[in-house]
């Protein structure tokens, strides 16, 4: 599924580093999510934009922030990176169409591995 | 804000034989409740979901049933093979639009 496509796949960085993960898709759609997966803790929401001028706070987070370029774009950023932030991270869209129909469905990027050393 | 719990973490069966998965949230107000496959090393992908005006959905050997009253939603597989062996998320979308991942349950069918 290359609609949603993220870079890079894999990062090793140092603690205190800043680092960037980005986000596109061509699928068209309006929302985008960033997750975040731990062993035995599953996808955390990280931040969601509704639109390019809609930022919102997930579930956790405290030392992160994002950025919305453009409808097709959304990045990722640690600005200062720690060891309790290496995970695998995930990039989402969605074509929200309200009351729950069909354009709920997720659509996920393939991942990127982050190591903080 | 919507809390979603999974169960098992963990699960076993014999190729052909049935698994069943459960999931609970706590927003009354949760209208979506998908499921995830993630097969190792890859993202997650949808496999069925449900709205909140349906029971009951099928599509071929997976089903999810959700009884809102409870607040529970559950998918099972029937006539299991080594393909579905994977890690299975449920989750629950609430009026804010959040959506909230299980922990995720990890299958195994054995051939």
């Known amino acids: 599924d290359a609609d949603v496509t993220q870079t890079p796949r894999n990062r090793i960085t140092k603690t205190g580093k800043r680092i960037m993960l980005e986000c596109s898709q061509t699928?068209?759609?309006?929302?985008m999510y960033w997750y975040r997966q731990d062993p035995g803790l599953g996808l955390r929401l990280i931040y969601y934009?509704?639109?390019?001028?809609?930022?919102n706070k997930g579930e956790i987070s405290d030392g992160y922030s994002v950025s919305r370029q453009a409808q097709a774009k959304f990045s990722l950023s640690l600005e200062s990176a720690i060891p309790n932030q290496t995970a695998l991270y995930f990039c989402?869209?969605?074509?929200?169409?309200?009351?729950?129909?069909?354009?709920?469905?997720?659509?996920f990027g393939p991942g990127t591995r982050l190591t903080v050393l | 804000g919507e809390n979603v719990e999974q169960h098992p973490s963990t699960l076993s069966v014999q190729e052909g034989d049935s698994a069943v998965i459960k999931c609970t949230y706590s927003?009354?107000?949760?209208?979506?409740f998908p499921w995830y496959k993630q097969e190792l090393g890859k993202r997650p992908q949808l496999i069925i979901d449900i709205r909140s005006n349906v029971g009951e959905k099928k599509d071929q050997r997976i089903a999810v049933t959700l009884n809102k009253t409870a607040k529970h939603f559950s998918l099972h597989i029937t006539e299991t093979q080594p393909e579905d062996s994977a890690v299975y998320f449920c989750a629950a979308q609430d009026n804010n639009n959040d959506m909230r991942f299980g922990a995720g349950t990890r299958l195994t069918v054995k051939p």
């Open positions: 927003d009354s107000a949760s209208n979506y």
């Open positions: 699928k068209g759609h309006d929302r």
């Open positions: 934009s509704f639109d390019v001028k809609d930022i």
């Open positions: 989402a869209t969605s074509d929200f169409v309200g009351t729950g129909g069909p354009g709920d469905t997720q659509y």
